[in-house]
């Protein structure tokens, strides 16, 4: 195991009529508020209400900015740091999942930031000031409500750059399960993949002695693939809901890496190249891209795959190779996708070979990426093709 710190200063509310506690998140009456959502879901589903009634009971002041995109772009986040500016805001509320989130995070430190906000999310400046976030979570994906992380698509140059910054953690946020059961099969599903793939990709470590992470990344992997076909059969089940939602913000605070290397990220990666030119959502790029990394690895080194094939798939390795066991777990990472529904190849996005380098170029928005196996062009480009 190696030296950690672990801090995280993020308090969760977590549980059904938590919404309460944003009374006393406000602290004094008559702040500023900046209600930052998506396209309108929390509008449809009494999301929206439940949170008004609160900060109407304390006196705020709410400034309202819907419409944040799914992969939220770099000109919403422009038009929320005016919004700030312009109404003097105290807090920034996020009511959302990833995406509304993530802006939020970018907004709350673009405030303070007298050059244009991208030089922070591509890291060529530092945030030294950020205004108080605090989030209400509507979908069990990212972990976002819980880590310092935010990834921001700038449309003009097909980029998606994820970035992060002891400043972006949320104050506070408040987990109800409840406000997740009018999430969509689809979106559940790709929630489920997202949150199942952070796990993954810190499973795929070098570090050596560290059995009590991972077997917390186990118990959260067998959790979730107990709870999902479950919750799948009745998606208004309230306790699959709580578990799933729970296992989410888990799967990415910062507990999981405690002790290792932080693990392998290329999927994510590659993921938001796939995003970043043809806009598709995180998780269903994540299914397709993630098995065949792992299939592209397990030729060099299946340690760890078979210790995962062993461990969380039960798959049984007497008189086997150690490639051979780590295709079998590979394989039952696939049937277990597949069985949510989850997709398995680019063209179901509609996407084939034609913007394939630039697909590789996109993926490359760090100057190395992968450390279990370090990529290069040709890796990506072989991933990509094994995705097709
Ligand atoms: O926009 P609305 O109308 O709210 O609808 C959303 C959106 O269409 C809908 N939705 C959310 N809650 C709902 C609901 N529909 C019905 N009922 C509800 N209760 O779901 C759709 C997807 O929402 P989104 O926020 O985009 O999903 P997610 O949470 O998966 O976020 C994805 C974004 O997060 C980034 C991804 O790249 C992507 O941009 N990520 C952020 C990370 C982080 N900050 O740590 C890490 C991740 O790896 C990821 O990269
Ligand atoms: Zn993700």
Redesign the pocket.
Known sequence: MQSFIQFNPTRLWFGVGQIKQLQQELGNTGKRVLLV??????R??G?YDAVMKQLLDRQAIVVEMSG?????RLTTVKKGIELCRVNQIDLILAV???????CA?AISIGVYYDGDVWDIITRKAEPQEALPLGTVL??A????EM?N???I?NWDRNE?R?WSSPLAYPAFSILDPA??????LD?TV??IV?MM??VLEQYFHRTEHTPMMDRFMEAVLLTVMEAAPKLLSNLEDIEHRATIMYAGTTA?NGLLSCGTDGGDWAS?QI??GL?AVYDI???GGLAIVFPNWMMHCAEDDPSRMKKLAISVFGIDATGKTDHEVALEGIQALRQFWDSLGAPSQLGYYGIDDQRIEELVHKSFMKSTIGQYKVMTRDTVRDILIRSL
């Open positions: 959502y998506g396209g309108g879901s929390i449809r589903n999301v944040v995109e799914p992969n939220p959302g999942g990833g995406s509304v989130i993530d995070k509507t979908i994906a990212t972990g976002s880590n992380i935010s990834v698509t998606k994820g406000y997740t059961t009018t999430v969509p979106q790709y929630g997202d793939s952070h990415f994510h993921e938001h995003s959502p995180h998780g």
